[in-house]
């Protein structure tokens, strides 16, 4: 089918072999590729109930059929597994310049199966797959990991994604890592990595997909930079990027802080975007190719963090470090956040696990010394976490297992053991939908439904009809994880849009009707996964925190009650049973 090669690669790390098997176009029309194709193989590749650590889990690579092409914020590849972290569903993603070159060796997905009994890199290309010795890698940070490996490999065009530290030590919440501040971030992609003894990956080839009309996608591209020219939010995004969200969740005090005891952080303008502008040389950055440039390159200009540059921090790493551990200093949160991108390390988690051992060290649970706001303390107890030392070692479990272990589930926060993002549900109701059914655990990024909630389209505290919406969302944008899309494009590139990018890319002529039904397609299938795994309706719930400690001015929770309302009509509009569960189950 246009748009893909119809090639799936399989490499085996046990005995270091590798094959090429067919993908049949009647998966990819159902599901095309992305996380369509990657929930696709989870189900068809790893058994029921196997083990996120045992070598009969795999690691699943995609692209999408828009990747390697002109279209804007194409530049995104997806990860797929089980997750070691909540032992379900497991997706992440990450921009920055990998996608073109794993779309250029070749393949529509690349399945890594076995656990290698030596310390490894792979090479991928278009030609063949190499296995290359990783013993003088293990030890290093992910940015000296990717630099040794791009020298040695030495190929033109040549992109490298990679695990630190945190990864190798199987720290559950390691990312997979690339242009040294680019994340696969959440569920811990690269805690698998490191159990297979696989330290890194190389993509280069030349291969080029074949599209159906490239006269069609380059008139697509033209309007929607032109459109994008004047659109407020691309502008927003390139002036100050997602820190901008701060002083917005501040305002609505939604913004997690204190380990979710507060909606508000009191001073939170020295952690906000326009205090960011002030303290560091900023300069936005853009994946190619894309007119929002929403990264920001940002270099500290003076005092103990002089010289440190990174791309960030994003309001995310901001709200865990800044909010829930009460850091009020945003050249401090972005020395946290380097600390993080070089150990490998999930930045919303990890903040979630240090404002969790405060609270634990403060009820007499854990022999720590440490308190809200103090960075040096946070610093060193990251590096415990990575290198699984004193207290560390059970964070390193998170938070399910720690909690568990320390007996404090009852103030634990997060939904089938993955936090929240930073938005707190008792203020913006529609994201308890999203955390309690988002099939990887509490995430904000498949549906985004904080932004109609914060934008008026739909009144925050509302919950009568909330799922019809919700859906509307999570739908359009679970298109958006099968070609791969950045998220950002959510104003601009709506259904009608989708269908004209599909057909210059695949061919395939689809109405807005005809699109819902892949995006339900995809979303079953995630379902159906969870479930074999486990997961009933008693799981689509919230911490219970969030029922019962008020937050804010107004003193605002989330109700069972109300959740349950969204919950029975968002099975309904699915077409779930009354417990969740598809009818093609």
Same mark, same amino acid.
């Given at each position: 089918?246009?748009?893909?090669?119809?090639?799936?690669?399989?490499?085996?790390?046990?005995?270091?072999?590798?094959?090429?098997?067919?993908?049949?176009?009647?998966?990819?029309?159902?599901?095309?590729?992305?996380?369509?194709?990657?929930?696709?193989?989870?189900?068809?590749?790893?058994?029921?109930?196997?083990?996120?650590?045992?070598?009969?889990?795999?690691?699943?690579?995609?692209?999408?059929?828009?990747?390697?092409?002109?279209?804007?914020?194409?530049?995104?590849?997806?990860?797929?597994?089980?997750?070691?972290?909540?032992?379900?569903?497991?997706?992440?993603?990450?921009?920055?310049?990998?996608?073109?070159?794993?779309?250029?060796?070749?393949?529509?997905?690349?399945?890594?199966?076995?656990?290698?009994?030596?310390?490894?890199?792979?090479?991928?290309?278009?030609?063949?797959?190499?296995?290359?010795?990783?013993?003088?890698?293990?030890?290093?940070?992910?940015?000296?990991?990717?630099?040794?490996?791009?020298?040695?490999?030495?190929?033109?065009?040549?992109?490298?994604?990679?695990?630190?530290?945190?990864?190798?030590?199987?720290?559950?919440?390691?990312?997979?890592?690339?242009?040294?501040?680019?994340?696969?971030?959440?569920?811990?992609?690269?805690?698998?990595?490191?159990?297979?003894?696989?330290?890194?990956?190389?993509?280069?080839?030349?291969?080029?997909?074949?599209?159906?009309?490239?006269?069609?996608?380059?008139?697509?591209?033209?309007?929607?930079?032109?459109?994008?020219?004047?659109?407020?939010?691309?502008?927003?995004?390139?002036?100050?990027?997602?820190?901008?969200?701060?002083?917005?969740?501040?305002?609505?005090?939604?913004?997690?802080?204190?380990?979710?005891?507060?909606?508000?952080?009191?001073?939170?303008?020295?952690?906000?975007?326009?205090?960011?502008?002030?303290?560091?040389?900023?300069?936005?950055?853009?994946?190619?190719?894309?007119?929002?440039?929403?990264?920001?390159?940002?270099?500290i200009k003076e005092g103990p963090y002089k010289g440190l540059t990174i791309e960030g921090?994003?309001?995310?790493?901001?709200?865990?470090?800044?909010?829930?551990?009460?850091?009020?200093?945003?050249?401090?949160?972005?020395?946290?956040?380097?600390?993080?991108?070089?150990?490998?390390?999930?930045?919303?988690?990890?903040?979630?696990?240090?404002?969790?051992?405060?609270?634990?060290?403060?009820?007499?649970?854990?022999?720590?010394?440490?308190?809200?706001?103090?960075?040096?303390?946070?610093?060193?107890?990251?590096?415990?976490?990575?290198?699984?030392?004193?207290?560390?070692?059970?964070?390193?479990?998170?938070?399910?297992?720690?909690?568990?272990?320390? =007996?404090?589930?009852?103030?634990? #926060?997060?939904?089938?053991? &993955? @936090?929240?993002?930073?938005? /707190?549900?008792?203020? +913006?109701? $529609?994201?308890?939908?999203?955390?309690?059914?988002?099939?990887?655990?509490?995430?904000?990024?498949?549906?985004?439904?904080?932004?109609?909630?914060?934008?008026?389209?739909?009144?925050?505290?509302?919950?009568?009809?909330?799922?019809?919406?919700?859906?509307?969302?999570?739908?359009?944008?679970?298109?958006?994880?099968?070609?791969?899309?950045?998220?950002?494009?959510?104003?601009?590139?709506?259904?009608?849009?989708?269908?004209?990018?599909?057909?210059?890319?695949?061919?395939?002529?689809?109405?807005?009707?005809?699109?819902?039904?892949?995006?339900?397609?995809?979303?079953?299938?995630?379902?159906?996964?969870?479930?074999?795994?486990?997961?009933?309706?008693?799981?689509?719930?919230?911490?219970?925190?969030?029922?019962?400690?008020?937050? =804010?001015?107004?003193?605002?929770? #989330?109700?069972?009650?109300? &959740? @349950?309302?969204?919950?029975? /009509?968002?099975?309904? +509009?699915? $077409?779930?049973?009354?417990?969740?569960?598809?009818?093609?189950?």
């Open positions: 089918m246009y748009g893909f090669y119809n090639r799936l690669l399989k490499i085996n790390l046990t005995n270091k072999t590798y094959h090429v098997e067919e993908i049949a176009d009647e998966i990819l029309k159902k599901y095309l590729g992305g996380k369509g194709l990657g929930s696709y193989l989870l189900l068809k590749e790893i058994p029921k109930g196997v083990c996120p650590m045992s070598e009969d889990n795999k690691l699943i690579f995609t692209t999408g059929p828009i990747a390697d092409t002109k279209m804007m914020g194409s530049s995104r590849y997806g990860v797929f597994t089980k997750s070691p972290l909540t032992g379900i569903y497991s997706e992440s993603y990450s921009g920055g310049n990998v996608a073109p070159a794993l779309k250029k060796t070749g393949y529509d997905a690349i399945v890594i199966e076995g656990i290698s009994k030596e310390k490894v890199y792979l090479e991928i290309s278009d030609e063949r797959v190499e296995f290359h010795d990783a013993s003088h890698l293990w030890g290093k940070d992910t940015y000296e990991t990717e630099d040794s490996v791009l020298a040695e490999v030495a190929k033109k065009g040549a992109q490298a994604v990679v695990i630190g530290p945190a990864g190798e030590n199987l720290v559950r919440y390691a990312c997979i890592e690339n242009n040294y501040w680019r994340s696969a971030g959440r569920t811990g992609v690269g805690t698998v990595m490191g159990k297979k003894n696989l330290k890194a990956i190389v993509f280069h080839g030349n291969s080029k997909c074949e599209l159906a009309d490239q006269d069609l996608l380059d008139s697509y591209v033209k309007d929607l930079v032109k459109r994008g020219k004047n659109d407020p939010g691309a502008k927003a995004y390139k002036n100050t990027g997602t820190p901008m969200l701060v002083a917005i969740m501040n305002k609505v005090e939604g913004f997690p802080t204190q380990y979710w005891h507060k909606g508000s952080l009191d001073t939170w303008e020295n952690i906000s975007a326009e205090k960011m502008q002030r303290e560091m040389e900023v300069t936005p950055r853009a994946c190619p190719p894309c007119f929002f440039a929403c990264g920001k390159l940002s270099k921090p994003e309001y995310e790493t901001i709200y865990s470090f800044g909010g829930l551990c009460c850091i009020d200093d945003i050249k401090a949160i972005a020395y946290l956040n380097d600390l993080c991108d070089r150990f490998g390390i999930d930045t919303i988690t990890t903040g979630n696990m240090v404002a969790f051992a405060i609270e634990a060290s403060k009820a007499g649970k854990l022999d720590l010394d440490i308190d809200y706001g103090q960075v040096d303390k946070i610093a060193r107890l990251i590096e415990d976490i990575v290198y699984k030392r004193g207290a560390g070692a059970v964070l390193a479990e998170g938070i399910k297992t720690a909690s568990k272990q320390l =007996g404090l589930e009852n103030i634990a #926060i997060h939904v089938k053991g &993955l @936090e929240p993002a930073g938005y /707190d549900p008792r203020i +913006l109701k $529609g994201m308890g939908l999203a955390y309690a059914t988002s099939d990887r655990g509490a995430c904000h990024l498949r549906s985004t439904f904080y932004k109609p909630e914060l934008a008026g389209i739909i009144d925050p505290d509302t919950t009568e009809g909330k799922a019809k919406l919700f859906i509307e969302y999570e739908d359009r944008l679970a298109l958006y994880d099968a070609l791969i899309l950045c998220r950002f494009y959510r104003d601009i590139v709506l259904w009608e849009d989708l269908s004209t990018i599909i057909q210059a890319t695949t061919g395939l002529k689809l109405n807005t009707e005809e699109l819902r039904k892949i995006a339900s397609n995809i979303v079953d299938a995630t379902r159906i996964f969870n479930i074999r795994e486990g997961i009933t309706k008693k799981d689509d719930t919230l911490p219970e925190r969030f029922f019962e400690e008020p937050i =804010g001015s107004k003193s605002k929770v #989330i109700t069972r009650e109300q &959740l @349950e309302t969204m919950l029975s /009509d968002y099975y309904s +509009l699915r $077409g779930w049973s009354t417990e969740g569960v598809p009818e093609r189950l």
